[in-house]
T-cell receptor, first 115, second 116 residues
Framework: QKEVEQNSGPLSVPEGAIASLNCTYSDQGSQSFFWYRQYSGKSPELIMFIYSNGDKEDGRFTAQLNKASQYVSLLIRDSQPSDSATYLCAVNIPPHAGNNRKLIWGLGTSLAVNP | DAMVIQNPRYQVTQFGKPVTLSCSQTLNHNVMYWYQQKSSQAPKLLFHYYDKDFNNEADTPDNFQSRRPNTSFCFLDIRSPGLGDAAMYLC???????????????FGPGTRLTVT
């Protein structure tokens, strides 16, 4: 059973702090990892993707990938109230397991940034 | 700006009355997806098109159909909506890069379907 797991939260952080969101996945062959932000009642918005081990930074966001441990994380520096949303982790289905145009989704972590 | 557009944004239909949702894209992506998302759940893939090649998910009810008349447009038809079909319907697109899996999916704003 291919799975992506996230803590549902809510994760509560004060404004200006670093928010750390984690995601683990079950299939070692997965190659591509995505973080989506979803505000209540809105559609998912792609905010980060990472394909190689290590860190990838984009503004206040850093994605970290560790394939050996099968986890991917998202750090949000200088958190703002506008970052309050659900963050969805998605992982591609590796070619050996089927159609790799498809993603396996976690249930998301709810983040609340308190002013 | 290149984007994914969905119409209508809100749709109310009666139980059993067919409904069609539309999606268009200006990204020139060759893959288009339809997802269903209910409250506090992950998006659930219904089907996707790779160019004109239709790929249905095994657990997608027959009540759901799709058409892709050209690269830019894709439609979701719900033939006889039930109360359980009330959800957000999301269209997404990606550019396929073969077996690399590097296909970032970009979503439209969604259509909120209410069934009365």
């Amino acid at each position: 059973q291919k799975e992506v797991e996230q803590n549902s939260g809510p994760l509560s952080v004060p404004e200006g702090a670093i928010a750390s969101l984690n995601c683990t996945y079950s299939d070692q062959g997965s190659q591509s990892f995505f973080w989506y932000r979803q505000y209540s009642g809105k559609s998912p918005e792609l905010i980060m993707f990472i394909y190689s081990n290590g860190d990838k930074e984009d503004g206040r966001f850093t994605a970290q990938l560790n394939k050996a441990s099968q986890y991917v994380s998202l750090l949000i520096r200088d958190s703002q109230p506008s970052d309050s949303a659900t963050y969805l982790c998605a992982v591609n289905i590796p070619p050996h397991a089927g159609n790799n145009r498809k993603l396996i989704w976690g249930l998301g972590t709810s983040l609340a940034v308190n002013p | 700006d290149a984007m994914v557009i969905q119409n209508p944004r809100y749709q109310v239909t009666q139980f059993g009355k067919p409904v069609t949702l539309s999606c268009s894209q200006t990204l020139n992506h060759n893959v288009m997806y339809w997802y269903q998302q209910k409250s506090s759940q992950a998006p659930k893939l219904l089907f996707h098109y790779y160019d004109k090649d239709f790929n249905n998910e095994a657990d997608t009810p027959d009540n759901f159909q799709s058409r892709r008349p050209n690269t830019s447009f894709c439609f979701l038809d719900i033939r006889s909506p039930g109360l359980g079909d009330a959800a957000m319907y999301l269209c997404a697109t990606s550019r396929d890069f073969g077996t690399s899996g590097r296909n970032e999916q970009y979503f439209g704003p969604g259509t909120r379907l209410t069934v009365t």
